[in-house]
């Protein structure tokens, strides 16, 4: 059980493929805290527009179409899923080719962005109602926008040709370096090492030697 002087905010970011999801679970399982994929949260909501017919060429078009979106939260086992009209679209849904070929361009849209800030930072209360020990949010801006006041700020990276055999062996076909390149430059909540977070380079280990360095840094022996 966790009470409000225990209860940890921990951001994890980094680019594609650099190890955010397999890690964030990984010390959810090990911590007992509520797990959240805001990457998982755009590509939802890009297969939810991309079915309106949305277009991310016309901005001015998108604030509207959300109106008719209503957000929601349903776990499955430890990790905070969100809803779009009461639906959480399937995994290989929110990872086709349509949708990775348009997640960026939607995500850099500041309408698309602010519509999800509260219900991002309320994932926190939805944990800590839970009763979990904290809460781990992964994404590109979670230690610099979403929780600039984290307990712990963690910057994942790993050299290009490692991203991409990763990426490959999860089947996905999308380009890491133009993904990486349109977060980096966009104009709102650019991908960035927050100032202040503890970056780990996981090119030269595996999942467990990044979990294990991670715990130690959270729970200090």
Do not use: W
């Amino acid at each position: 059980m966790s009470n409000t002087e225990t209860f940890k905010i921990i951001a994890m970011d980094g680019g594609a493929a650099v190890g955010k999801s397999s890690t964030s679970k990984g010390l959810a399982e090990r911590l007992n805290l509520m797990h959240v994929d805001t990457g998982a949260h755009y590509r939802t909501l890009t297969h939810a527009l991309l079915q309106t017919g949305a277009d991310p060429a016309k901005p001015e078009t998108i604030p509207s179409a959300l109106t008719r979106l209503e957000l929601g939260t349903t776990l499955q086992g430890r990790s905070a899923k969100l809803s779009v009209n009461g639906t959480v679209p399937a995994d290989a849904d929110i990872r086709s080719p349509e949708v990775n070929a348009a997640v960026s361009t939607f995500a850099a849209l500041p309408s698309l962005r602010s519509f999800l800030f509260e219900y991002q930072r309320g994932q926190s209360a939805i944990a800590r109602d839970r009763a979990y020990a904290g809460l781990i949010m992964e994404g590109r801006d979670i230690g610099s926008v979403i929780f600039p006041d984290a307990d712990h700020r963690f910057f994942l990276y790993a050299d290009e040709a490692t991203r991409t055999a990763r990426r490959a062996k999860e089947g996905q076909t999308d380009s890491i370096a133009a993904r990486d390149q349109m977060d980096s430059n966009r104009k709102t909540a650019p991908l960035v090492c927050p100032e202040g977070a503890i970056q780990i380079d996981t090119t030269p280990l595996t999942l467990e030697e990044v979990i294990e360095t991670i715990t130690r840094l959270i729970q200090p022996a």
